[in-house]
Structures are given as C-alpha cells and as structure tokens.
C-alpha cells in the first residue's frame, strides 16, 4: 500500500481539534486510519476528564486498540495536528504504528523532530515513518489563537 498523502485524515483531525478548543482543551486531534478505515479520531479531553495522558493521540491508540482487538497498531497511520510529546512519542513505538504524520511542530514539548528525537534513539525499538508539515499552517493558527485567548 502506498502512504496516504491525502488531506482528509488530517481534515479530520484538525475538526477534532477545533471541537477540543471548544470545549477549553488544547486543540489537538488525531486519526488513526488502517488503510482507508478510520479507526479512531479523538481530541483532546485533559481538563474533561481530569487525566493528564489524555491527549487525543493516547485516546486515538486506545480506541484504534479496542477496535483491532490487538495490542499493536503494525500497518496503521497516525494523523495528529501536533508534534507528538514524549509520552505520545514512546506509546506510538509500542504500539508500532506504520507512519506518523503532523502538523505543527513543537519546538517546546514535541519529542519526534524536536526535543528528544526519541524515534532517533538507539533504544527506540520502532521508529515510524514520520511525515511532517501536513496542514500545518492550520493547525499552528489554532493553537495560536487558543492560547492567545487564554492570554486575554
């Protein structure tokens, strides 16, 4: 199967995080696609449901989980408007996700192209594919505008 190229995953995913922005979380959203099926599509939901290890990429690979019935996620994508963080970053690698394609990078707490490259790692024992940039001019203009309302 050739990567996935299109916008629609990440289209998706950037409604997500809209909708995470409304609600008063971060806007961050995540798809998890096995071939053309949507597995999983979730958002933000820390301040919902008061857990900090629910970012939508952990909350994407545990629905995408439950629905394969497996406890790996080999030959599924992940589409996410942000830079995964270190803890996204290592349960992508155990979950031995295909590709990981992003948005807006996280020169702070990203771990994939910023921060501690943890796919880059020597003891990293999977390393996706990584395809960044995806939308990004979107996804940057969210959060910047989330936070600057939080600012105000």
Do not use: W
């Amino acid at each position: 199967m050739t990567p996935t190229t299109s916008d629609k995953p990440m289209d998706l995913a950037l409604s997500l995080a809209a909708e995470a922005a409304a609600r008063g979380e971060a806007p961050v959203g995540a798809v998890i696609m096995e071939g053309d099926r949507v597995l999983a599509a979730e958002g933000n939901r820390m301040q919902a449901l008061g857990d900090p290890t629910a970012h939508a990429e952990m909350l994407a690979i545990r629905t995408a989980l439950k629905a394969r019935g497996t406890g790996r996620l080999d030959g599924c994508d992940l589409y996410v408007t942000l830079e995964p963080c270190a803890m996204c970053a290592g349960a992508i690698a155990h979950v031995r996700l295909r590709r990981v394609y992003f948005a807006a990078e996280d020169t702070k707490a990203g771990a994939v192209e910023n921060g501690v490259r943890l796919f880059e790692q020597p003891t990293c024992h999977h390393r996706p594919e990584v395809i960044s940039g995806l939308s990004a001019g979107r996804a940057e203009a969210m959060l910047v505008d989330f936070f600057k309302k939080l600012r105000d």
